[in-house]
């Protein structure tokens, strides 16, 4: 593991204005030919004023993706070019990031183009409209129509967080976004990219005084504080609520959760871990659920269940950084279920929810046993080593490292010994603590909503069918999960059209 020295120049955050001046994170790897940059701005789309849903995201693409007061943004594309390097931003419910990576050698041209994006920006109307009708797009037809499965996880965060600071998806709502002018964009920068909200984060091999430099330069924002958002408070669903996003599609995907109270640094933590990697790590054939409903039915993909927040898990097999909440959802994704006959969508769709709940009620009843603690482990010491495994994602832990307010070694060098520190007794009391089975959202996104709704409410087995033969034990089970109870009445399943899917608040 490479060592980092994190270098905090006042307390963690969220305390006073004053504790939170000139805050450096470095990671310093003197052999590394790259620099990596992460300059964290405590704000996100938590901080979107009502009826501006999307602002705080529209105004960070902007930075990165606009003109500034020295170049307009053609001739800075043809400056990054050349360099093979670029920079972006990310919003998400807390933390907004600008990050970027060069060679060495073209630092200091590089350097001073990615400042100025955030210290100088032009706010060209040109600009502001050609970001704008991209978020449109993708607000429109993108998240509608491209990725059910992103959908039906921002559908279930929505329902989770209504009523709080974290319902809306970070690029807001259709008409939110529409109702959003450059001046709104001026003003959302002036009051939130404060000298005292934004943490510089600096790795690699970088000359000696360089991060301080870059600490000086930000320095240049306005002194103030960005005001304290109170953290959510997320009410837990009364029984089985469900939500269906109706649209023509032959496949549905799945996604099932509820609020929990984990977080890095608390007591379950690294035993939350381990228990939803044994039963669903992202991409991996190791869980429980993978082989439940894909390596023994063949139904999709991939099933996965997470202890915090994955955005875009269709991009990246490693778990995301600078997603750092205040508070998480214990979620079950079941990538998108295809029909196999033009009428058995429904059935092969309840099919596999009921298989998810029924190894979730196994899970949360039983707990691991020994053997699944201890194989947990050893998958666990191996496959974390990729976490770290760029300049890039090491200086963004280091960040979130900061926000959760972790004590050194950090994330990254404490997770081997703190999952190998585990035993059964250990992980099955966190379970039992942090998991329940009774109080679940589900979101569905699939055609005929009507049908699957009344498939539901009747309680009826869904019972599925193979193209080849498959073991009579197999079989056995499939008898129990078709008729697995989905406890359900009218009242508690709402239906959506896409069409009308995060039009308005």
Known sequence: MTRFMMVLAAAAWGSTATAQTDRLITLPEPESPFIAFNIWVQVGSQNDPEGK???????????????TTTLDYQTILARLYPMAAGYGANVDKEMTVFTGRVHRDNLDEYYGLFRDALLHPAFREEDFNRVKTQTLAFLERSRRYSRDEELSKDVLFWAAYRGTRYQHPSEGYVESV???????VRAFYTKHYLRNGLVVAVGGGYPTGFPAKVRGEF???????VARVPAPEPAMPDGIKVIIV???????????GAPTPVLRGGPDYWAMVAAASWFGEHRNSFSRLYQVIREARGMNYGDYAYIEAFPRGYTTQQPPVNIARRSHLFEIWIRPISRTSPTDLHD??????RAALREFNALVRNGMTADAVEATKRFLHNYSVKYGSTISRRLAYAVDDAFYRLPAPGYLASLRPGIGALD?????????RQLQTDNLWLVFVTS?????????LSGAPTPITYAGEKPAS????DIEIAAYPIPVDASDITIIPVDEIFERR
């Open 246 to 256: 109706e649209k023509p599609a032959d496949a549905a995907p799945i996604s099932i």
């Open 178 to 184: 529409r109702d959003i002018t450059l001046d709104d």
């Open 53 to 67: 849903e999307g602002l705080a995201s529209l105004t960070a693409n902007l930075l990165s993706d606009g003109s």
């Open 448 to 456: 005929d909503a009507e049908g699957l709704k009344q498939k539901l």
């Open 474 to 477: 197999l079989l056995a089970e």
């Open 219 to 225: 320095d240049a924002l306005p002194q103030g504080a």
């Open 424 to 432: 059964r007794q250990q992980v099955n009391a966190a379970i039992g």
């Open 348 to 353: 092969r769709t309840l099919f596999a929810t």
